[in-house]
C-alpha cells in the first residue's frame, strides 16, 4: 500500500507563507501524477493544484494561480506546495494525492491519499 505524509501546515497571518511537503512510500513510475486538494469546515473537496511527472504538466486552481506554486523532489520521492499571499479563504484541511496517469486534473479521481496538515490563515 503506498503511502502518503502530509507536513507543513499551520497557523500564519494574511499575507504570510507556507510550504506543504507530501512524502510517498513507494515509486509509481514515470507515468505518476501528483495533486493537492484543501476541504475548508462545511466545505466540498477543491483541487487546489496537479502536476504531471511525464510531461511536467500543471493545473492550478483560479482562485490560487500565481500565488501557489506544485513542484517536485523526484529524488526523495516527495512533492511540495509552495503557497503565498495567503488570505483567510486559503483556511482549509490540505491533502496530497498521487496515481497512475496520464489524466492529473483534479477531476479524475486519485488513487493515494495523506491524512492532511490543517493550514489556518488570519486576518
Known amino acids: 500500500q503506498v503511502r502518503l505524509v502530509e507536513s507543513g501546515g499551520g497557523s500564519v497571518q494574511a499575507g504570510g507563507s507556507l510550504t506543504l511537503s507530501c512524502a510517498v512510500s513507494?515509486?509509481?513510475?514515470?507515468?505518476?501524477?501528483m495533486a493537492w486538494y484543501r476541504q475548508a469546515p462545511g466545505k466540498g473537496r477543491e483541487g487546489v493544484a496537479t502536476l504531471s511527472s511525464a510531461t511536467g504538466q500543471t493545473y492550478y486552481f483560479n482562485a490560487v494561480e500565481g500565488r501557489f506554486t506544485i513542484s517536485q523532489d523526484n529524488a526523495k520521492n516527495t512533492f511540495y506546495l509552495r503557497m503565498n499571499s495567503l488570505n483567510p479563504d486559503d483556511t482549509a484541511m490540505y491533502y496530497c494525492?498521487?496515481?497512475?496517469?496520464?489524466?492529473?486534473?483534479?477531476?479524475?479521481?486519485?488513487?493515494?491519499w495523506g491524512q492532511g496538515t490543517q493550514v489556518t490563515v488570519s486576518s
Open positions: 513507494a515509486y509509481l513510475g514515470d507515468n505518476r501524477c
Open positions: 494525492a498521487t496515481k497512475i496517469g496520464p489524466n492529473c486534473h483534479w477531476v479524475y479521481e486519485y488513487t493515494y
